[in-house]
């Protein structure tokens, strides 16, 4: 069983940055693929980006391309989504979730371990 606990969300101005993390718990966190979703009020949960397990492959929504990164450091289990450019439509809370392969997807429905989600508000 893994756990993953987000944090580094908050309140933004537009323009501004902020830098999530997703701390896993196991011992084969460097095993799995891992993705960042988000979800507004009153929408279903969407795709953010994704990372496989050597970090060698990353992919992004089109709707965050050139302003989000995703990044890990498999020695602290531990996966990164640093936020530039917030925009107030990235107001939603922001979900780690991990895949027991190492190649990631955009698939909600792929990803086994889920975060309790951390909420990031941008203001304009």
């Known amino acids: 069983q893994v756990q993953l606990v987000e944090s580094g969300g908050g309140l933004v101005q537009a323009g501004g940055s902020l830098r999530l993390s997703c701390a896993a718990s196991g011992r084969t966190f460097s095993s799995y693929g891992m993705a960042w979703f988000r979800q507004a009020p009153g929408k279903e949960r969407e795709f953010v980006t994704h990372i496989n397990w050597s970090g060698g492959n990353t992919y992004y929504a089109n709707s965050v391309k050139g302003r989000f990164t995703i990044s890990r450091d498999n020695a602290k289990n531990t996966v990164y989504l640093q936020m530039n450019s917030l925009k107030p439509e990235d107001t939603a809370v922001y979900f780690c979730?991990?895949?027991?392969?190492?190649?990631?997807?955009?698939?909600?429905?792929?990803?086994?371990?889920w975060g309790q989600g951390t909420q990031v508000t941008v203001s304009s």
């Open positions: 979730a991990a895949r027991r392969r190492y190649s990631s997807t955009y698939y909600v429905a792929e990803y086994d371990y």
